[in-house]
């Protein structure tokens, strides 16, 4: 069995300053890794995804995140934040070969001026 | 940007009353599924569906629910019999074709539903 723990329920931050949303799974198998974001009252967003390759994956909006097999990590981090990325973060992870993600709990990211 | 569209948003409905849940999903995806967040909960997975038939469940699906793909664009979750723990947001995603590498879900906005 799978599972993603997010061990911070709430961050909150001043804008402009860096941010790291930690994230940690555990598989016997190989996986995929996924950050979502859900602005309010909306969907969830794909954000970035490891699947294979480089280590570090970017998103479009400035958040990166780098697998680390050894650590069984896959922590979001953004060098400077905005008000804008006020938002709950999924993580979430793919065994290989089956399509149901399995998520963490969530963290809420409180960006503050 | 194509999106997953779902209604309604928000549903109330007493116990004991069946509901569905609908989506329309992106129309070149082949994989569509059902997942659900009781508040303050996780995310978790319910049902996937490929090539009219579920591929994939969670222990969570039990015999109260149901999906169905009725024409070529809606895709419906059916709940028989709701409970109160069946308050939760219920979310539909789909994604494209298994091209090698290609994992890209798209979720819907979800359906908040109301159990009373």
């Known amino acids: 069995a799978q599972s993603v723990t997010q061990l911070d329920s709430q961050v909150p931050v001043f804008e402009e300053a860096p941010v790291e949303l930690r994230c940690n799974y555990s598989?016997?198998?190989?996986?995929?890794l996924f950050w979502y974001v859900q602005y309010p009252n909306q969907g969830l967003q794909l954000l970035l995804k490891?699947?294979?390759?480089?280590?570090l994956v970017e998103s479009i909006n400035g958040f990166e995140a780098e697998f680390n097999k050894s650590q069984t990590s896959f922590h979001l981090r953004k060098p400077s934040v905005h008000i804008s990325d006020t938002a709950e973060y999924f993580c979430a992870a793919l065994r290989a070969g089956r399509r149901a993600l399995t998520f963490g709990s969530g963290t809420r990211l409180q960006v503050q001026p | 940007e194509p999106e997953v569209t779902q209604t309604p948003s928000h549903q109330v409905t007493q116990m004991g009353q069946e509901v569905i849940l609908r989506c329309v999903p992106i129309?070149?995806?082949?994989?569509f599924y059902w997942y659900r967040q009781i508040l303050g909960q996780k995310v978790e997975f319910l049902v996937s569906?490929?090539?009219?038939?579920?591929?994939?469940k969670s222990e969570i699906f039990d015999d109260q629910f149901s999906v169905e793909r009725p024409d070529g664009s809606n895709f419906t979750l059916k709940i028989r019999s709701t409970k109160l723990e069946d308050s939760a947001m219920y979310f539909c995603?789909?994604?494209?074709?298994?091209?090698?590498?290609?994992?890209?879900?798209?979720f819907g906005s979800g359906t908040r539903l109301t159990v009373v």
């Open positions: 569906f490929y090539n009219n038939e579920i591929s994939e």
């Open positions: 995603a789909s994604s494209a074709p298994v091209d090698r590498g290609n994992y890209g879900y798209t």
């Open positions: 598989s016997s198998v190989s996986v995929y």
């Open positions: 129309s070149n995806h082949l994989y």
């Open positions: 490891y699947l294979s390759g480089s280590t």
